[in-house]
Structures are given as structure tokens and as C-alpha cells.
């Protein structure tokens, strides 16, 4: 079974910064892609950023140049540096990672449990 648990989610002011973290554990052979998500009230969830296993990075358009998402293989963790925060931000935010728990077994997606960001104006 595998675990993904979010953290660094907050209240912060309009302009300001928060780290997400959100760490994989338990049964897990390899990770490809990692991402997060984001899901306001009264909204659909929507894809915020995602990084490959080898590093590449997208990212939604109204968090290009501000938001930064990056990984550490050896901790299987996936972080989302988001910086100049708008009130529009405020969401739950989970992250996702799609594991292979064994060498012959098929691949999953996984999700946290997501962590609140709320920005203040």
C-alpha cells in the first residue's frame, strides 16, 4: 500500500510564499511522473504542475513564473514552491504520483489528501 502525505499548506498574505511537500511511502518500486493539483470552491480540480521522473517540468498558465515545482528521488518527495501568491491561489491542493509498487506489477496513480492554501487579500 502507499501513503502520499501532503504538508506546508497555510494562511498567507497576497504576495507571499508557501513550500508544499508531499512525501510517497510504502510499497514502491519506482515513481514516474509526480504532480499537484489544486481545487477551489465550487470549482473542478485542475492540474497546477507536474514533473517527470527524469526532471521535466509544465505548468499550468496562471502559475508559470511563479510557481516552481521540483522532486527528490532519494525521499520520494515532490515539492511546489509557490511564490507572489493571489487570493485567486486559495484552494485545496493535492498531489499525485504515479507509482509502480513492484518490478512486474502495472503502474497506479496516487493521491494525497490534500493540504489547504488560503491567500489573503
Known amino acids: 500500500q502507499v501513503q502520499l502525505v501532503e504538508s506546508g499548506g497555510g494562511l498567507v498574505q497576497a504576495g507571499g510564499s508557501l513550500r508544499l511537500s508531499c512525501a510517497a511511502s510504502?510499497?514502491?518500486?519506482?515513481?514516474?511522473?509526480m504532480g499537484w493539483y489544486r481545487q477551489a470552491p465550487g470549482k473542478q480540480r485542475e492540474l497546477v504542475a507536474t514533473?517527470?521522473?527524469?526532471?521535466?517540468?509544465s505548468y499550468a498558465d496562471s502559475v508559470k513564473g511563479r510557481f516552481t515545482i521540483s522532486r527528490d528521488n532519494a525521499k520520494n518527495t515532490v515539492y511546489l514552491q509557490m511564490n507572489s501568491l493571489k487570493p485567486e491561489d486559495t484552494a485545496v491542493y493535492y498531489c499525485?504520483?504515479?507509482?509502480?509498487?513492484?518490478?512486474?506489477?502495472?503502474?497506479?496513480?496516487?493521491w494525497g489528501q490534500g493540504t489547504q492554501v488560503t491567500v489573503s487579500s
Open positions: 499525485n504520483a504515479d507509482i509502480r509498487p513492484a518490478p512486474q506489477a502495472l503502474r497506479y496513480r496516487n
Open positions: 514533473i517527470t521522473s527524469g526532471g521535466t517540468t
Open positions: 510504502g510499497s514502491i518500486f519506482s515513481i514516474n511522473a
